[in-house]
């Protein structure tokens, strides 16, 4: 190489060279980029270049788009430090019907781990709008199924849009708007009464399952139930008889109440004063009902069959008791006996009283008489 050419050839390599490390101080360097693949089920409307955002901003651009059968891979390049979860999706997102659309990475990262270079967004966590021939067939057949060859095809939907109209337009709007209201208000107070509602469903599932659990139980009341109906139902002529009876009995029954009214209140009055003079000695009545078995053993027990006498012991000497007293003035005019007189009432009575001896001798000629009328020997035929 001659002399003439080695310093155009050194001037352009160092041009080379400057132009190349400019290029690489402009860019930041391979390492600050990286690419990320997303896997789309179409991408229309979405080219080379086309804008990558997150929250609407831009922060990388699209930089391969490549057909693969049924699916379209799309390669995102995104400055290295983009705050991306790893987890991302990705969204064609069209900002209007016939502009061009950009990728949307979704949602915004709040901590954790980053998506890396070279991470691949799969086809589950990849969006692409609905696009506007799907919708406009959708919509036509949605017409051909309302049209003259599908549901309107007997003038049915067309009757209906005619009672629609005369309806609402004879005041039926108003109904319409007050069915609403009510509507929402009825919703309403189930969102508000929600909680209640829940403890219904809750008691109505326990209920539920009770019966589940109860099964053979409830199976066998209602065989009983059923049984027990026929039974009813192949006497209903018995049973009808009976109630036959029990009516024309009630009329009887009624028309002797209307016939002695005044007898049977008089007997009720009466029923009356012996319950409250039962209620009045309920006490006297109770303490006599518990000694009356005793007394009756007891008195059955004195009885001499032999002797044809009462064995009992009395202090009949005591002429002033007033139990022995009272006894031989209800037996003594049976048999003829003259009784002691009551005890004195009084000092003075005393003093008037014969002499000590004759009063004495009297007292006890007259004991001896109670004794013989209390034992009874007179009266059942026995002797001392």
Known sequence: MTSRWTKPIAFLATIIVAVGGLTVMLRGGASDRITVTARFPRAVGLYPGSSVRVLGVAVGTVRTITPEGATVTVVLDLPAGTPVPADATAVIIPPSLVSDRYVELTPVYDGGER?????????????TPVELDEILGSLDSLLVALGPEGANKTGSLGHLVDVGARTLG?????????????????VRTLSDNRG??????????????????????????????ATATQFLAGERSALGEALKNLSIAL????SLVREHRADLGSDIQTLAQVTQVVVKHKDSLTEALDVLPLASANLAGTVNTEAKTLDIRNDNHQTDDPYSI??????????NVTCPPPPAKSKAVQAARPAAATAAAERARRADAVTELLSLRGVLGGGS
């Open 326 to 335: 009272l006894v031989c003035q209800i037996v003594g005019p049976l048999v």
């Open 115 to 127: 998506m890396a270079d070279g991470a691949v967004i799969d086809e589950q966590h990849t969006m």
């Open 196 to 225: 209640d509602l829940t403890g219904v469903i809750t008691n109505l599932a326990a209920f539920t399952d009770t019966l589940a659990r109860n099964d053979s139980r409830i199976r066998t009341l209602t065989a009983d139930l």
């Open 170 to 186: 004879k005041g039926g709007g108003k109904d319409l708007n007050d069915t609403i209201v009510n509507l929402a208000k009825a």
């Open 251 to 254: 009329g009887e029954v009624a």
